[in-house]
């Protein structure tokens, strides 16, 4: 196999197939993927699917963490995850866990910030600089001296989001991160996750099951299950498709409205992916419903 | 209809000041499916710990089937009031599902052949049979949720509470966790269910309390309190996708207190028709 | 003994002056006055050491904590005093009794006061100023980091098993023995998957990818912390030296009248 040294993918998948040690099914069945910088892809899926396990080999855990068998590849902007470990590739992948309690591991936000960066060798000063950035990106000048048991649970994810975002990594994997969390944590979750995407251009790879939240921003949708990606798309044809259907997944409820209404005969202008989108079509079909409306 | 659970008055605190409950009423009737939300902090679990003796008032009291909390110990009142945690690993030990099953019965001291047949009725209906001689720890988490409430169905408490079931869980365990505890619900059982999950709510129950820092802020029917503005937003809750819509198109005539997605389609099929003068 | 044991050893962010200390300061602190605890096993000398360490305490403004702890070992306390009241090798039982308590209750006392007002990655910078090995101050500092965490998972297992009828309180010692088994084993295999957890993301953090690790803070002793330094020596040299000068040493030796036997 020829080696890539620059490639136009930010992630390529190719023909991978995994098992844990110790198992006998697959974990995952055959993937292939390419992902471009700056997309932002929601992954869903029934329990098992094999959705946190394709986290885990964006960034090296798999295989070097986690031992098995694994066949095809992975490149990280060209380069293969099976030379390289995962604190080598934290430069170009970050990622973020559901619990925040097993991802922060310091007595204040400030030196939680600066400790992937220490890892990393890096100078003092280039340090400094890049906690005061974060601290100021996303908000936690007045929590810097605050310990994570004292803050709530969305800010202690907010935390782990600015301390891997700190070391710069252009590809950010975020496996059900607001699964702890209340709905409006939630929701300033995943709208700060957008934010990172649309303003730093960071490629987003979000495991979620909430796709009522989750979805609106996403420039691309995949569905797994047993290991396998069932369908890899636009979120309004995937969402609308019928293996979504079959899967047996979260369909946001606005979803279900639009589909109906098609039923009833009327069709809005675009397949809704939040309330706002909903109430927008609908105004839209009304101003215009003459040519919309099928009797 | 008798009462299963009784809160008067309730004021709580773990460290002495910082008052985590101020003043909770409320009466939860038999057989009654009521659901309790609120955001993280706002007292959700600290008061269904009260149920079953785990905590007891620092002032005011709480009642179970007529009998004061006070006097009772958590193995006294937990013969009545069976506790899901949200956590299932925080309780899985034994050897194999069927001594998990087992352990409350004979803590309770049921003799051998109840505890028998109690496991064999609680592993067909948690489908757990095939897993019935493996180790619980050995399960994948799904499965030892399962587990964990199997263990609980066990011993045939008329109350039984469920600390966020749906946390982490996909579509299809959901809607199982919907089934069962609409299951429970027609066999006469009086179940509470913590969440914060609104859409699970909005689908499932017909009476919701919310509670926020402490306090109840709303105490009624799913409609009335899950299309209130005020109230959601007391609460720090977001409103279920549907309520939001039907919010959004309050001025062109939707009503606000949609929660359903029936409700809705047929709202603005209305709204349509109406604007074509039929 | 209940689990309020570790409140006087979990860090409780404040800003008196102990707290400001450069650690390897506070760790001085801790060896040397641990040293003369031990040294001492008579009643005057412990006694003053541990009078020392509450006036430490309260001019921290951490007695609250302190006071949980030293209350949580009030019985092991008691246990001691009596086991050497009645056992005791030496010959005057009841001093020897007490000497032990008191240094018990002291050693606790310091120990407490330190990881009061350390910080995890404090004590670990410390250990690593002092030249040992960035692998094991790190895994020291993540064992106290996790305490807590440990402390509230063991709470919850507690309830989970009181909530399906387990009865702690109830049975002889061999029963209750038994009981213990329903707590540890779901605790341990919490932790152990736990442990995995935080293992795969502090990889994702970078974690061993330099030999040479940076820091964020630099440490520079401060005047505070020599003048304390100072102090600390100077106040363990008169405590040893008037042991042993006498008129001093009368009172510093001074040993609890024989119990009638």
Redesign the interface.
């Known amino acids: 196999m020829r080696t890539v040294l620059k490639s136009n993918y930010a992630i390529e998948v190719i023909n991978l197939s995994f098992k844990y040690e110790g198992t006998e099914e697959y974990a995952l069945n055959n993937v292939n993927l390419r992902i471009k910088e700056g997309e932002y892809v929601v992954i869903t899926g029934p329990s098992g699917s094999g959705k946190s396990t394709l986290c885990r080999t964006l960034n090296g855990l798999i295989p070097h963490f986690y031992r098995g068998h694994m066949e095809g590849d992975i490149r990280i902007f060209g380069i293969s995850t099976r030379a390289k470990r995962t604190h080598e590739l934290a430069r170009l992948v970050g990622m973020v866990f559901q619990e925040s309690e097993n991802q922060l591991f310091l007595s204040s936000v400030e030196r939680e910030i600066a400790f992937g960066l220490e890892n990393l060798g890096l100078p003092r000063d280039y340090i400094r600089k890049r906690v005061k950035w974060a601290l100021r990106n996303f908000k936690l000048e007045g929590l810097k001296d605050k310990a994570p048991y004292e803050l709530s649970g969305g800010q202690q994810q907010k935390v782990a989001i600015a301390s891997v975002m700190a070391m710069s990594p252009r590809i950010l994997v975020l496996d059900e991160p607001t699964s702890n969390l209340d709905p409006l944590s939630a929701f300033e979750i995943i709208a700060l996750i957008h934010q990172v995407n649309k303003a730093m251009g960071v490629t987003v790879i979000l495991v979620e099951h909430r796709l009522e939240l989750a979805l609106k921003y996403a420039t691309r949708l995949i569905l797994m299950k047993e290991g396998r990606v069932i369908t890899d798309g636009d979120p309004r044809e995937v969402i609308t498709s019928k293996e979504a259907r079959s899967l047996g997944i979260g369909i946001p409820k606005v979803v279900e409205v639009y589909k109906r209404l098609k039923e009833e005969g009327i069709e809005l202008p675009r397949i809704p992916l939040s309330s706002e989108e909903l109430a927008l079509g609908v105004r839209g079909c009304l101003a215009t419903y003459g040519s919309s409306y099928r009797g | 209809m008798a009462v299963a659970i009784e809160v008067n008055d309730l004021y709580f605190y773990y460290e002495r000041g910082k008052y985590v409950l101020k003043g909770i009423n409320l009466t939860v009737r038999d057989g009654e499916m009521v659901a309790i939300m609120g955001n993280n902090g706002a007292g959700k679990t600290t008061l269904i710990k009260h149920f079953n003796g785990l905590l007891k008032p620092i002032r005011g009291s709480v009642k179970v089937k007529g009998r004061d909390t006070k006097g009772l110990s958590v193995a006294e009142l937990a013969r009545t009031v069976g506790l899901v945690f949200q956590n299932p690993d925080h309780q899985l030990f034994a050897e194999t599902v069927e001594e998990e099953l087992a352990f409350a019965l004979r803590n309770f001291g049921y003799p051998e052949d109840i505890v028998k047949r109690r496991v064999e009725w609680a592993l067909t209906l948690m489908d757990l049979r095939k897993y019935r001689h493996r180790s619980p720890l050995s399960l994948s988490g799904g499965e030892r949720k399962r587990v964990a409430i199997a263990s609980v169905l066990c011993y045939d408490p008329e109350i039984i509470i469920f600390d966020e079931p749906t946390i982490g869980q996909d579509y299809y365990q959901k809607q199982k966790i919907a089934q069962l505890l609409r299951m429970l619900s027609r066999q006469g059982k009086t179940v509470i269910v913590v969440t914060h999950d609104v859409e699970f709510v909005a689908e499932n129950f017909e009476r919701v309390i919310v509670m926020a820092d402490g306090k109840i802020v709303a105490d009624g029917n799913v409609r009335e309190v899950l299309t209130d503005p005020e109230v959601i937003s007391k609460s720090n809750l977001l409103p279920p996708q549907v309520t939001h819509c039907a919010w959004l198109l309050k001025d062109v005539g939707i009503s606000p207190k949609l929660i359903k997605v029936s409700e809705l389609v047929k709202e603005i099929t209305r709204l349509f028709h109406e604007h074509k003068g039929i | 003994m209940s689990i309020r044991v570790f409140e006087g050893f979990k860090?409780k962010?404040k800003d008196t002056y102990f707290y400001k200390l450069d650690p390897r300061v506070k760790m001085s602190f801790l060896i040397v006055y641990s040293i003369l605890t031990l040294y001492f096993s008579t009643v005057v000398p412990l006694s003053i050491l541990f009078l020392f360490s509450v006036v430490i305490v309260v001019s921290n403004r951490v007695a609250k904590e302190w006071g949980r702890t030293l209350r949580a070992v009030a019985l092991l306390s008691l246990v001691i005093f009596s086991f050497n009241l009645l056992f005791g090798a030496k010959g005057n039982k009841l001093n020897y009794a007490s000497s032990m308590t008191l240094r018990f209750l002291t050693l606790t006392s310091f120990f407490s006061i330190f990881f009061l007002t350390t910080?995890?990655?404090e004590l670990s910078e410390a250990l690593l100023l002092i030249g040992i090995p960035y692998e094991y101050t790190f895994m020291f500092m993540?064992a106290m980091?996790f305490i807590?965490?440990l402390a509230r998972?063991f709470q919850?297992?507690i309830?989970?098993?009181?909530?399906?009828?387990?009865?702690l309180e109830k049975g002889n010692f061999v029963q209750r023995a038994r009981k213990l088994?329903?707590l540890l084993?779901?605790l341990i295999?919490?932790e152990i998957?736990?442990s995995v957890?935080?293992?795969?993301?502090?990889?994702?953090?970078?974690?061993?990818?330099?030999?040479?690790?940076?820091?964020?803070k630099?440490y520079r002793l401060s005047k505070v912390d020599l003048y304390l330094l100072f102090l600390t020596i100077t106040f363990a040299t008169s405590l040893i030296l008037s042991s042993k000068l006498p008129p001093y040493s009368e009172i510093m030796n001074y040993r609890l009248p024989e119990l009638v036997p």
Do not use: C, H, N
């Not at chain 3, 989970?160 to 387990?166: H, I, M, N, V």
């Not at chain 3, 935080?198 to 990818?209: C, D, M, Q, V």
């Open positions: 860090f962010p910080t995890p990655e993540m980091r807590p965490t998972d919850t297992i309830d989970a098993q009181r909530s399906r009828g387990l009865e088994l329903p084993i779901p295999v919490l998957r736990r957890l935080i293992a795969e993301a502090l990889e994702a953090r970078g974690f061993g990818t330099s030999a040479k690790r940076s820091t964020l630099e």
